[in-house]
């Protein structure tokens, strides 16, 4: 088998518009695997959330996750890989999204901390399955400042580039800018992807970059699709994505990643 090891992100990718994996990708999934392949995921959302979907289609080796800040592994309950924001940095991030009132969550492993839980807040938890018990409402001033993975705002594109801008001007460093979707807006520390979490995801498994796919559709997987041997972006995908795979499958609602391994098992791709 030419490629051992198949990366798909979720949202817009693996799920469909339901949030739903059809029957379909569940089936292509479960005969790559009897082929010989390995299958896994990685998004933006944290543990808790990715939980019941690794145990839905039978993921048994590590997850990516926080888009890319943690590499976990649910059959062994341990973490392969971590990276945090750094203090100084966090706390700037903070002060400033609260002094420009922009919708936040900071992610402390499978705990988030929010400063209140609006309508943005409740739909999206409401749209990534989370356990409200997880959520810990509370001033900035009661957030934790230690293994924070990421900050997710939600807001449009304007209002974070104010904040960009703003965060140059009081020495926000240390840290990287992702879209996730089309109003997620994410702080990451520096360095952080999808596509370096796959790396070291690869060594872990002992596949070589050469030996894997990946399959995404926004902004948060470019990294991902450059850093795979085939790089796969779906019908769906931002143009920003297309630019960089080396082949287009089908959209999230029309079974794509089944499509794409359909395709794959016949030995009808190639990079």
Known sequence: ?????????????????????SPKNREYIDKYRKAGGLFTVATGRGLS?????????????PVILYNGAQVYDFNNKKIIYEKFLSEDAYKKALTLLDNLNITFLAYQGPHMW??????????????ETVNIENVTAASINEFPIKGINKILTITDRNTFEKFR??????????????????????????????????????????????????????MNDIEMVRAAGLGVA???????????????????????VAYFIELLLKNQISS
């Open 49 to 61: 959330t990715v939980e019941n979907i690794a145990k839905e289609i039978l993921i048994d080796i």
């Open 234 to 256: 779906m019908a769906n995908a931002r143009d920003e994505v297309k630019r960089y795979a080396h082949f287009i499958t089908k959209s999230n609602n029309d079974d794509g």
């Open 165 to 218: 801008e703003a965060s140059s001007q009081i020495g926000l460093t240390g840290v990287r800018f992702v879209q996730s979707e089309v109003n997620y807006f994410e702080i990451l520390p520096e360095g952080v992807s999808k596509g370096h979490a796959l790396e070291e995801l690869a060594v872990y498994l002992d596949i070589p970059l050469s030996q894997t796919a990946a399959i995404g559709d926004h």
């Open 1 to 21: 088998m030419q490629y051992k090891l198949i990366v798909a992100d979720m949202d817009g990718t693996l799920l469909n518009d339901k949030k739903e994996i």
């Open 114 to 127: 929010v400063k209140e839980l609006s309508v943005a807040v409740a739909e999206h938890l409401r749209k």
